[in-house]
């Protein structure tokens, strides 16, 4: 059964206690906003899956009970920053498997300033879902007192570097190229261009990273409702669906932590994986993809995501980026919003608005951003832990499809 999603809403991203909301005023917003997309009313939602990472258990009844209280069933789900696209995935099986024929995603998170701690809670690193993880670092680098997510993807920076020769200007370029995407992003947490000098001059957070390669904290919800093809030609008042066309989750192996290596245990291994299923589900490969949301949540894991979807060779990522091929005018956009760099990066959030930018651009109506003749695209989702989820989204027919 064909999947589609029918309506996207997001609130502009901020930063952390920058407005006067609770989180269940950002889910609101962000859930009216897909359904007024959609055309379809609140009571005609049969069931609701909700992610978030650092509210209470079952923040995300007291977030949906704004939307109406029509008894549907509410699930919550916390998949660390993969959490969004999670979410989405729960409603396109729920869909998919003939349970529902609507079902809203929706995510959210109301954070804290200054940088994560170990784990999505910040807890005691002894006790830290991701201490395997940063287990593998302290091994190969140590541990310093930088924070300690932008501490395991510098080192994977580190790695890359000695590696294939990737240089500082190469991953700045990543910063760079992403603020500058989100200057015509009116949702995004920042909107000021940067040249790759001035992110090279930018505050250093741990080296090679510096904070404008850095995702931030920020508050924020984005919502997706999927349904059925039937339901989108019977009940939606837009019938412009964006088709889920396949997508894929993977959790870490032996292969993530057998080499030793920070890039493996952030998660190209189970990036690459996730993108071959829904290549080989969907019959497309990267070749096929106009646009992609990936989870730069550092300058270096947009590098590493590109070898992992198939972009580029191990190694290359830098070149390419450098060359110009992910931006406007190259072989992809990769981050037309801006990326989790300059958007922002509310955890619960993250995956759904990446999918709510690539409905916009497959319908034609992303604005000044908006990628010529958007046909497929792709978004990539990760959090440590891990999982990363891969989605790969076909417009509809017609103008700007």
């Known amino acids: 059964m064909k999947t589609l999603v029918a309506g996207v809403?997001?609130?502009k991203f901020e930063k952390p206690q920058s407005?006067?909301?609770q989180y269940w005023?950002?889910?609101?917003?962000?859930g009216r906003a897909a359904l007024l997309d959609a055309g379809v009313a609140y009571d005609l939602v049969q069931q609701v899956v909700v992610g978030y990472c650092f509210q209470a258990s079952t923040a995300g009844q007291r977030a949906v009970y704004e939307l109406g209280l029509t008894g549907v069933p509410v699930y919550n789900v916390n998949n660390n920053c993969a959490t969004g696209a999670t979410a989405l995935m729960l409603a396109r099986q729920l869909v998919e498997g003939g349970l529902s024929d609507c079902v809203l995603a929706l995510g959210f998170e109301q954070m804290k300033r200054g940088p994560l701690g170990a784990g999505a809670d910040g807890g005691d690193f002894a006790l830290s879902p991701v201490a395997r993880h940063y287990g593998v670092m302290a091994r190969s680098h140590g541990f310093e007192m930088s924070p300690p997510t932008a501490q395991i993807f510098g080192n994977a920076a580190r790695e890359h570097m000695e590696r294939y020769g990737t240089t500082e200007v190469q991953l700045a370029a990543v910063g760079a190229k992403n603020h500058g995407h989100s200057?015509?992003?009116?949702?995004a947490q920042f909107q000021e261009v940067f040249t790759v000098a001035e992110v090279l001059a930018?505050?250093?957070v741990h080296p090679p990273l510096t904070r404008l390669q850095c995702s931030p904290t920020s508050d924020g919800a984005a919502a997706c409702l999927v349904v059925s093809e039937r339901f989108l030609a019977e009940q939606a008042r837009r019938h412009r669906g964006v088709e889920i066309l396949a997508q894929a989750m993977a959790t870490d192996t032996e292969a993530s932590f057998a080499s030793g290596s920070c890039i493996d245990v952030v998660g190209r291994p189970i990036s690459r994986e996730a993108?071959?299923?829904v290549y080989e589900r969907s019959g497309l490969g990267i070749e096929d993809v106009d646009v992609i949301e990936l989870h730069d949540c550092f300058s270096?894991?947009?590098?590493?995501t590109y070898e992992a979807l198939g972009m580029c060779a191990d190694g290359l990522s830098g070149r390419l980026v450098e060359s110009g091929a992910t931006t406007y005018g190259g072989r992809w956009v990769v981050n037309p919003s801006g990326g989790l760099i300059s958007k922002g990066h509310p955890l619960g959030a993250t995956g759904l608005a990446q999918t709510a930018e690539l409905v916009w651009q497959?319908?034609?109506e992303a604005g000044a951003r908006q990628v010529p003749g958007a046909r497929v695209g792709l978004a990539h989702n990760i959090g440590l832990g891990g999982a990363a989820v891969v989605t790969l989204l076909r417009g509809p027919a017609g103008p700007g499809g």
């Open 25 to 30: 005023d950002m889910a609101a917003e962000a």
């Open 362 to 364: 497959l319908r034609g």
């Open 183 to 187: 200057a015509n992003n009116p949702n």
């Open 275 to 277: 993108a071959g299923r």
């Open 9 to 11: 809403g997001m609130t």
């Open 202 to 204: 930018a505050k250093s």
């Open 300 to 304: 270096i894991n947009e590098l590493l």
């Open 19 to 21: 407005r006067d909301w």
